[in-house]
């Protein structure tokens, strides 16, 4: 079995900032691309920012230049570090990650449960 455990979110400010990790565990073999997704109540679900293994990193526009994606190799963990909160981040917002289990082929994709970020104006 192969998990992902976020923990970070809150309710800020705006203009107050906040970090999310999120922990991979199980039988992993090896781990790809990890990203953070968030949804928006009657929104669909988007990239907020995506990081390789070997740390190549993008961004959606509208976080550019505020919020940082990062990982930890060797303790299988992505982090966002969020600054300069605004109302519009508000959403739940989920880790993914593309994990090749141990004997397994091929990677596959894994998501976390969720952890609301609200910011207030």
């Known amino acids: 079995q192969v998990q992902l455990v976020e923990s970070g979110g809150g309710l800020v400010q705006a203009g107050g900032s906040l970090r999310l990790s999120c922990a991979a565990s199980g039988s992993i073999f090896s781990i790809n691309a990890m990203g953070w997704y968030r949804q928006a109540p009657g929104k669909q679900r988007e990239l907020v920012a995506g990081?390789?293994?070997?740390?190549?990193?993008n961004y959606a526009d509208s976080v550019k230049g505020r919020f940082t994606i990062s990982r930890d190799n060797a303790k299988n963990t992505v982090y966002l570090q969020m600054n300069g909160l605004k109302p519009e981040d508000t959403a739940v917002y989920y880790c993914?990650?593309?994990?090749?289990?141990?004997?397994?082929?091929?990677?596959?994709?894994?998501w976390g449960q969720g952890t609301q970020v609200t910011v207030s104006s």
């Open positions: 990081i390789t293994s070997g740390g190549s990193t």
């Open positions: 993914n990650a593309s994990i090749t289990r141990t004997g397994g082929r091929y990677a596959y994709d894994y």
